[in-house]
């Protein structure tokens, strides 16, 4: 069994025991991980208070071969970005970015780009606005996606490598992109995307989270491209539409996920 300093950031926690706390952690060096803190919840320890969702640690855990609980030790909180708590808007956007981090990557797989992807979501949520916030979560979720596999093609048509058309542009989340005029023919979940929101969704892919902190872009935009992002879930990870986290959101408002339609209804179906 070897000892290895992680940094990670907190998912999820769980009471175990009478004393001890059960956390699942994305760290930078292992992936998500399944761990336990012994005796964290013991009265005047400060493990407890550092092992919260949203918080940033470092710790030592104990690595061994085999799945299972690792063991952590030596936890010293890092950041614990008090700002996302001040709004029910704000702490639902960065619930949502935990809760698929932790159900869409592999357990115990390392990817720095997750983990550095889900640390900027997280610092720059502190400082954000309700509307830019949700911009900030669907920059997340568009570049998540990108990173574990199925991201969008939006510069050429996914099927034949064509240039796009010059007015409206078809999106297809099934397709992997954008379609030419030959090309969406037949194709079921198409949505009719003007320059404008195809400027967005290409900046969104490519450009740092924290750009969406100040530019501001219309609410139907938003929405149109949030059911974008939302499809490519319901494609690639049908548990999503029980996510809770989304029927948070859609009950604060949150225009990425209203509850008065939904992907397939926005993609004609």
């Known amino acids: ?26 760290s930078r060096q292992i992936g998500r991980l399944s761990t336990i803190a012994k005796g964290a919840r013991r009265p005047g320890k400060a493990a407890a208070s550092a092992l919260q969702p949203t918080h940033d640690i470092s710790c030592i855990v104990y690595v061994g071969t085999g799945g299972g609980l690792k063991t952590i030790s030596q936890i010293e909180l890092v950041a614990d970005r008090p700002g996302i708590t001040r709004s029910a808007t704000l702490f639902g956007l960065a619930g949502r970015a935990l809760e698929l981090a932790l159900s869409q990557t592999p357990l115990e797989e390392a990817s720095p780009n997750v983990y550095h992807l889900l640390n900027e979501l997280l610092t720059t949520l502190e400082k954000a606005s309700q509307q830019s916030g949700q911009q900030l979560l669907l920059a997340y979720e568009l570049k998540l996606q990108g990173i574990l596999g199925y991201g969008l093609r939006v510069n050429s048509c996914a099927r034949c490598g064509r240039a796009a058309g010059k007015r409206s542009i078809a999106l297809s989340p099934s397709a992997g992109g954008i379609l030419c005029e030959t090309c969406r023919g037949g194709v079921g979940d198409v949505l009719s995307l003007e320059r404008e929101e195809l400027s967005v969704l290409r900046a969104m892919l490519t450009d740092p989270i924290r750009v969406w902190l100040r530019n501001d872009i219309p609410s139907m935009v938003l929405t149109r491209l949030g059911f974008t992002a939302r499809r490519i879930w319901e494609l690639h990870s049908p548990l999503d539409r029980s996510s809770s986290s989304a029927a948070f959101l859609a009950e604060v408002g949150s225009a990425l996920y209203s509850p008065e339609s939904s992907p397939r209804e926005a993609f004609g179906h």
Do not use: N
């Not at 070897?2 to 175990?16: G, H, N």
């Open 1 to 26: 069994m070897a000892l290895q300093r992680i940094e990670a950031v907190v998912l999820r926690t769980i009471p175990y025991s009478e004393t001890s706390l059960i956390a699942v952690l994305f």
